[in-house]
């Protein structure tokens, strides 16, 4: 798949969705394959520099147990191992709204045709 | 001019990844199971009390404006028409997203994510094995996490219908 960016500086004004200021590793590619690679790559980037473990907030469990930043890293690894699975000759860049409601849209019916 | 959109936070990512349904359009989330018979009220519907009414009319738009929405992309858009028919891509979403979200509390529906993929490995190799292996205890574990946050967040949901307010707001 094209169109993913092709910057090779990680500057402001990079078209590369997932480079950040902090981010050590830049993974600059044109397929669906590195577009998923750089989501993992990220997030493990952000954990290994700045993640500590956390509670959990209560409302939303109530085990004791805190997050590990490694849970994440592990998942992020189980991940990467996923990629090459889920890449496909139909994955064409596409734009689209992801969450279309009715409040973010208006349609003027009497300039319909 | 016909229509304006807001497309704000929209990005470009691959097809199978877009792909799906508007919130609002989704049938909650549960999407339809056909669509050649267009969903209809009961034919008792006119005797029944006004309580009854709502109930069953909330539940028929939604499942008819899902189908619609089907029907719709069959007819004007039918690469995306397509994509809707693959039971894989939900899963692709769903997991792409979550391995997107910084690491926090949503590590749960992550790991979650993670357990589907692998509980439908036939829809993404019939020839090799999933390159995942969890234990029964870690699985147990996640799952019941996952069910104790999604109920928390069905919640939290509920309160913000509630008031009138969402998360995009």
């Known amino acids: 798949m094209r169109g993913f960016g092709t910057t090779v500086d990680a500057t402001s004004t990079s078209t590369v969705a997932h480079v950040t200021v902090f981010a050590i590793k830049l993974i600059i590619g044109t397929t669906s394959r590195d577009y998923l690679l750089s989501i993992g790559e990220c997030e493990r980037t952000r954990d290994s520099k700045f993640a500590l473990p956390m509670r959990r907030e209560h409302f939303f469990s109530r085990s004791d147990r805190e997050i590990e930043p490694r849970d994440h890293i592990r998942s992020l690894d189980d991940f990467d191992r996923l990629v090459r699975y889920m890449c496909s000759a139909n994955d064409v860049p596409a734009l689209r709204q992801p969450d279309l409601h009715l409040s973010i849209s208006l349609s003027i019916p009497s300039t319909w045709r | ?169």
């Not at chain 2, 069953?56 to 899902?66: D, E, I, M, N």
């Not at chain 2, 997991?95 to 790991?111: I, M, T, Y």
């Not at chain 2, 069905?154 to 309160?159: C, G, K, N, R, T």
């Open chain 2, 1 to 169: 001019m016909t229509s304006i959109l807001d497309w704000q936070r929209t990005t470009v990512v691959p097809y199978t990844i877009q792909s799906g349904y508007p919130r609002f359009l989704s049938n909650d989330e549960n999407c339809v199971s056909r669509v050649r018979d267009l969903d209809r009220l009961p034919h008792n519907f006119d005797s029944l009390d006004v309580d009854g009414k709502e109930s069953l009319q909330v539940g028929h738009t939604k499942r008819l404006s899902c189908q619609l929405f089907v029907l719709a992309n069959a007819k004007y858009n039918r690469p995306h028409f397509d994509a809707l028919l693959q039971k894989v891509n939900p899963l692709h979403a769903d997991v792409v997203s979550r391995a997107g979200f910084p690491w926090n509390e949503d590590l749960v529906a992550f790991q979650n994510a993670l357990l589907d993929i692998i509980g439908n490995w036939e829809r993404f190799s019939t020839d090799q094995p999933s390159p995942l292996e969890y234990s029964a205890e870690e699985v147990l574990k996640w799952r019941h996490e996952y069910t104790e946050w999604a109920e928390s967040h069905d919640s939290l949901e509920a309160f913000r219908s509630d008031i009138g307010i969402n998360e995009e707001d």
